[in-house]
């Protein structure tokens, strides 16, 4: 196959073999809201209820996690798979984590954390070994509008209000 020199039109491109077999599990949520005539309507919201991990695409975050380590690259994989929903903060199971990767020295381990911590990905708890908080600007699993109410901001190009 050829080599393309130029990014192609993706655009009616064809059917994404994958989407065949895929069925997406969603949740339906209702609320109760007043429409601008003072009457009653229900608002309908569908999630996918299976759980998932958010990377945010922050200015310099491909270049970020591009320099990480291999080792550092595997332990952020590792966190993203490994968080629970809403929280900031996780333990790594450091055992059940080297095992996982092949991982035999827990020097390789430290480097990896080092490099995700001056990374700014994550950072140590201050009593808790193994602790970490993560850096929700990166990645986050749940919502962060829910988690930090107090730190929306509106765009201010935002016409539909």
Same mark, same amino acid.
């Given at each position: 196959?050829?080599?393309?020199?130029?990014?192609?039109?993706?655009?009616?491109? =064809?059917?994404?073999?994958?989407?065949?077999?895929?069925?997406?599990? $969603?949740?339906?949520?209702?609320?109760?809201?007043?429409?601008?005539?003072?009457?009653?309507?229900?608002?309908?919201?569908?999630?996918?209820?299976?759980?998932?991990?958010?990377?945010?695409?922050? $200015?310099?975050?491909?270049?970020?996690?591009?320099?990480?380590? #291999?080792?550092?690259?595997?332990?952020?994989?590792?966190?993203?798979?490994?968080? #629970?929903? =809403?929280?900031?903060?996780?333990?790594?199971?450091?055992?059940?984590?080297?095992?996982?990767?092949?991982?035999?020295? #827990?020097?390789?381990?430290?480097?990896? #954390?080092?490099?995700?911590?001056?990374?700014?990905?994550?950072?140590?708890?201050?009593?808790?070994?193994? $602790?970490?908080?993560?850096?929700?600007?990166?990645?986050?699993? =749940?919502?962060?509008?829910?988690?930090?109410?107090?730190?929306?901001?509106?765009?201010?190009?935002?016409?539909?209000?």
């Amino acid at each position: 196959m050829a080599r393309l020199k130029e990014k192609p039109d993706l655009d009616n491109i =064809g059917i994404n073999p994958f989407s065949a077999e895929l069925k997406i599990r $969603v949740n339906r949520k209702y609320k109760d809201v007043i429409n601008k005539f003072g009457d009653a309507d229900k608002l309908e919201s569908v999630f996918e209820s299976v759980g998932h991990t958010k990377v945010f695409d922050q $200015v310099g975050s491909k270049a970020l996690v591009s320099s990480l380590t #291999v080792r550092a690259k595997e332990l952020y994989l590792h966190i993203m798979y490994s968080l #629970v929903s =809403g929280q900031d903060i996780l333990w790594i199971h450091r055992d059940r984590y080297m095992e996982m990767y092949g991982i035999k020295s #827990v020097n390789t381990y430290k480097d990896a #954390v080092k490099d995700l911590s001056d990374k700014l990905l994550i950072y140590p708890h201050a009593s808790l070994k193994d $602790v970490y908080w993560i850096n929700p600007h990166y990645f986050f699993k =749940g919502s962060r509008q829910s988690k930090y109410p107090n730190n929306l901001v509106i765009n201010k190009n935002d016409n539909n209000g």
